[in-house]
């Protein structure tokens, strides 16, 4: 498959940057912005074409600063990439709408798998990275689970990835990304 001039975002959940009282994360809104400048910085590079895999956090913050910009941008493509038919579901009530919102925006949905797994999210991980170039990571360079799985995907893809500092700028990253 040859990727079209797609972009795609991981990242961990809200309570893995935001819980860990030794992280002293960057806040949503900071976050927001690095996301921000990151879209349009790929728009700049020719990407028009986003994958959001809908997850809590990062996917649904980066699918949010997105919308704002199809105005400006009207090539943008928005592709939600979920793990099974009824995800959304599974979201809290903080998150579900603004899941509900993001997807009355997108241009298509893929489905990664029929049923819930641990192997449909690794299925829809594998499709976002499949369909980009580029991938935004947000990423804290534990070796264990999704980000680092797709992250690590990506890298064996030969895709280009752009990390976004979860701390910030004035405190040391512990760990190394990959």
Not at 82 to 105: K, N, Q, V
Not at 156 to 170: A, D, N, T, V
Request: aromatic share 10%.
């Amino acid at each position: 498959m040859q990727p079209s001039l797609g972009v795609c975002f991981t990242g961990h959940r809200p309570q893995r940057l935001f819980d860990n009282p030794e992280s002293q994360p960057v806040p949503e809104r900071e976050m927001k912005l690095l996301l921000h400048n990151e879209i349009l910085s790929a728009l700049n590079d020719g990407f028009t074409e986003f994958y959001c895999g809908m997850a809590p956090g990062i996917d649904i913050w980066a699918a949010e600063v997105l919308i704002p910009l199809m105005d400006q941008f009207p090539q943008i493509r928005l592709t939600a990439v979920l793990p099974y038919p009824s995800h959304g579901l599974t979201l809290s009530d903080t998150w579900f709408p603004r899941y509900r919102y993001i997807l009355a925006f997108t241009d298509r949905i893929i489905f990664a798998a029929d049923h819930p797994s641990k192997g449909a999210y690794l299925a829809r991980n594998r499709i976002m990275v499949d369909h980009s170039r580029r991938v935004i990571a947000v990423y804290d360079g534990t070796p264990t689970g999704g980000t680092a799985y797709t992250c690590r995907y990506a890298q064996k893809k030969g895709k280009e990835l752009r990390f976004l500092p979860i701390k910030k700028p004035s405190e040391p990253q512990h760990k190394k990304p990959l």
